[in-house]
Every structure is written in C-alpha cells, then in structure tokens.
C-alpha cells in the first residue's frame, strides 16, 4: 500500500471517531438520508477546479496541474442555509435529564400566591 493510500485510510478511520452531528431546524423529521442528499449536492455546488503552475525539480520544465477543490466553507454555509446545524449531544441529553427531574405538572399541588412551580 501506498503512503497516501495508508494515510488516507487512516484519516477516514479518524474522521468517524469525532463525528459531528446535525439537525434540520427547517423539517426536524429530516434524517440521515436526506442530510446524505444535502450534503453531496452542496459540495457539488462548490466545488472548483484548481491549477497551478510547477516545476517538479530544479531545471526540469514547468508542468500544469489542474485538480478539483471543495470549498469547505461555502459547503458549510450552503448546509445552513439548507437549515442543517451542529447538535450538541451532550448538552441535549444533560436537558433532557434536568426536565425528566422535574415533577409532572399534574402531581404538583396547587401553588400559592407569588410562588413558581417548575414541572413538566
């Protein structure tokens, strides 16, 4: 195996231990399909070709290359603007547990004058 092959490989591997996750705020029962769909057509949409000019080696003749480039950060906001954001896991499980604390509204007793319940 190649050293790029090898290192490729091991970026992938990498890539999946710290995977972010994303919600549509736009159509919330959006899932992993259509964040799939959005996100190949927005690295399509930005997606360039770039060339630039080299000379491999000292008094060897300049050579073209030419090579497609995403723009990750037009990519990025092209996700947004199709409503997909970065969710919080941990934060969201640590509300979860804090709302299931609390009691129901309907097994609390009737508050008095000034007093705040908090129930769910």
Do not use: H
């Not at 549509?24 to 399909?33: C, F, I, L, M, R």
């Not at 770039?50 to 996700?79: I, N």
């Not at 896991?89 to 007793?109: F, G, H, S, Y």
């Amino acid at each position: 195996m190649t050293r790029t092959t090898t290192l490729s490989l091991l970026a992938v591997a990498l890539a999946g231990c710290g995977t972010i996750q994303y919600r549509n705020a736009v159509n919330p029962s959006a899932g992993q399909v259509e964040f799939d769909r959005d996100w190949y057509a927005c690295r399509q949409e930005n997606t360039g070709r770039k060339t630039t000019l080299d000379q491999p080696a000292p008094y060897a003749p300049y050579e073209y290359r030419s090579r497609l480039v995403v723009d990750e950060g037009m990519a990025q906001q092209c996700m947004a603007a199709r409503g997909w954001q970065p969710v919080n896991l941990r934060k969201e499980q640590e509300q979860l547990r804090e709302r299931e604390a609390l009691p129901r509204c309907a097994d609390t007793p009737t508050p008095s004058p000034g007093q705040v319940v908090y129930c769910r």
